[in-house]
C-alpha cells in the first residue's frame, strides 16, 4: 500500500497502531505491522533524522570487530542481518550487499579477530574482505518504508490513554496500540512514567559525516576510525561520534579530520571533492542495545539504536510486531526488552 503523507487538518478514525517517529525503526516497525494485515500511521514532524544522516552500513561483522563485542554481541548482530534479504524484498529496498573491506593496519589481527566472532572473511590484494557487510541508500530505504504506510506530517506534543485499550495522540487521532520510536530527548507531555523510567539512560551521540562528490571506492572501505561508503553519486566519509552533543551544526575541524584520514587510508586527494558535511544526533542506551517491546499494555518503545539503527531495524519491527500481536518472545525480545536495566516486565 503506498500512501503520501498526510496533514493533521481532519482527525483520522481509530487505529491498530500510531507509531510516533518516521526514522529507521519507526518506518520499518510501521511497514512491518501494515504488512501483517494492521492499520498503522507514523507521525513525524519531517526533515532529516539520524537515519537519513547515516551511510547505511549493514555491517555485523566490522561492527562486531571494531566495538569489541563479545560473541553474544556477534550472534545478536549476525543474527540481525540475516533477516535483511527477506526484509528488503518486502518492502522494496535495494540492499547491496558487496561486503565490506578493511585497509587499516594489523589486517591479520583484523582477520583473526572476525574469524573468532564466527565471520567469514577473505584476505584480497586491497585488505580484507568481510563478505556478509552489506549496504543501502538511506535516503531511498526510508522512502521506499514511507511508500508501504500513511505518513502524517506532524509534530505530537501529547498524548493520554482512553479507558484501558485506547491511546489518544494530541487530541487528534486514537489507536489501540502506541509505539514511541522518537529517538532521544522524547518531550511528549503524558509519557508515562514507566515509560520515562525505561528512557532514562538515553543519551545522545552527535555524528558528523562528509559527503564527497563522485565514488572513489567500489565498496565500503574501513579503517581506524574511518569509513567510506558509496552511495548515489557520491561517497559518504564517517563518522565523529560526540557523546552528549545534541546540536546538528557541522564542525570544519571534523570534517578536515575525517577527509585526512580518508585520504590516508586511500592515498586519494579527496579536499576538492567535498560535496557537504552533515550531521545527526543518535540515541544510545549504555549496552548499545535498542529499547524495542511492551513497557505497559498498548504502549511499546522502538529507539536508541546507537551505530546499528539500519542494521537492527528488521529485527526492532518484528520484536515490536510480535509484542502488539502477543505472539511467544522472540529470538531479540529479551536483550531488546525495554526495562531490562531496571529488572521490570513489562
Known amino acids: 500500500m503506498s500512501a503520501s503523507p498526510h496533514t493533521p487538518a481532519q482527525p483520522m478514525p481509530p487505529l491498530d497502531v500510531i507509531v510516533v517517529g518516521a526514522g529507521a525503526l519507526g518506518l520499518a516497525t510501521?511497514?512491518?505491522?501494515?504488512?501483517?494485515?494492521?492499520?498503522?500511521?507514523v507521525i513525524d514532524p519531517g526533515g532529516d533524522?539520524?537515519?537519513?544522516?547515516?551511510?547505511?552500513?549493514?555491517?555485523?561483522?566490522?561492527?562486531?570487530?571494531?566495538?569489541?563485542?563479545?560473541?553474544?554481541?556477534?550472534?545478536?548482530?549476525?543474527?540481525?542481518?540475516?533477516?535483511?534479504?527477506?526484509?528488503?524484498?518486502?518492502h522494496g529496498i535495494v540492499l547491496h550487499e558487496d561486503g565490506a573491506l578493511w585497509c587499516g593496519p594489523d589486517r591479520e589481527a583484523m582477520a583473526v579477530r572476525l574469524k573468532g566472532l564466527g565471520f567469514d572473511c577473505q584476505h584480497t590484494d586491497d585488505g580484507v574482505l568481510a563478505p556478509l557487510d552489506a549496504r543501502l541508500s538511506p535516503v531511498r530505504a526510508l522512502a521506499a518504508l514511507s511508500g508501504h504506510v500513511t505518513v502524517v506530517r506532524a509534530e505530537v506534543r501529547a498524548i493520554r490513554r482512553l479507558g484501558v485499550s485506547l491511546w489518544c495522540v494530541d487530541e487528534q487521532w486514537t489507536a489501540r496500540h502506541l509505539v514511541i520510536a522518537t529517538g532521544h530527548g522524547c518531550a511528549i507531555e503524558g509519557l508515562p512514567p514507566l515509560a520515562r523510567t525505561a528512557m532514562s539512560p538515553v543519551v545522545p551521540i552527535k555524528g558528523q559525516?562528509?559527503?564527497?562528490q563522485g565514488a572513489p571506492v567500489p565498496r565500503t572501505v574501513r579503517?581506524?576510525?574511518?569509513?567510506?561508503?558509496?552511495?548515489?553519486?557520491?561517497?559518504?566519509?564517517?563518522?565523529?561520534?560526540?557523546?552528549?552533543?545534541?546540536?546538528?551544526?557541522?564542525d570544519p575541524a571534523v570534517t578536515r579530520s575525517l577527509l585526512e584520514r580518508a585520504e590516508a587510508l586511500t592515498g586519494q586527494s579527496l579536499t576538492g571533492l567535498v560535496h557537504s558535511a552533515r550531521c545527526g544526533v543518535r540515541a544510545a542506551m549504555p549496552d548499545r542495545l535498542p529499547l524495542a517491546g511492551h513497557v505497559e499494555q498498548g504502549l511499546c518503545l522502538a529507539l536508541a539504536p546507537r551505530r546499528n539503527g539500519w542494521l537492527l531495524a528488521?529485527?526492532?519491527?518484528?520484536?515490536?510486531?510480535?509484542?502488539?500481536?502477543?505472539?511467544?518472545?522472540?529470538?531479540?525480545?529479551?536483550?531488546?526488552?525495554?526495562?531490562?536495566?531496571?529488572?521490570?516486565?513489562p
Open 30 to 41: 510501521a511497514a512491518e505491522l501494515t504488512a501483517r494485515g494492521h492499520s498503522v500511521a
Open 49 to 90: 533524522n539520524a537515519s537519513s544522516v547515516a551511510a547505511g552500513m549493514i555491517a555485523p561483522a566490522f561492527e562486531s570487530a571494531l566495538e569489541g563485542l563479545d560473541d553474544d554481541g556477534a550472534v545478536l548482530l549476525r543474527s540481525a542481518r540475516a533477516i535483511w534479504p527477506t526484509f528488503a524484498a518486502r
Open 209 to 212: 559525516i562528509v559527503m564527497v
Open 223 to 250: 579503517g581506524p576510525g574511518i569509513y567510506l561508503v558509496p552511495g548515489d553519486g557520491h561517497t559518504m566519509i564517517g563518522a565523529s561520534m560526540e557523546e552528549g552533543a545534541e546540536d546538528k551544526v557541522a
Open 314 to 345: 528488521p529485527a526492532v519491527a518484528g520484536t515490536v510486531a510480535d509484542a502488539i500481536e502477543q505472539r511467544p518472545p522472540g529470538p531479540f525480545s529479551q536483550a531488546f526488552n525495554p526495562l531490562r536495566s531496571f529488572h521490570v516486565e
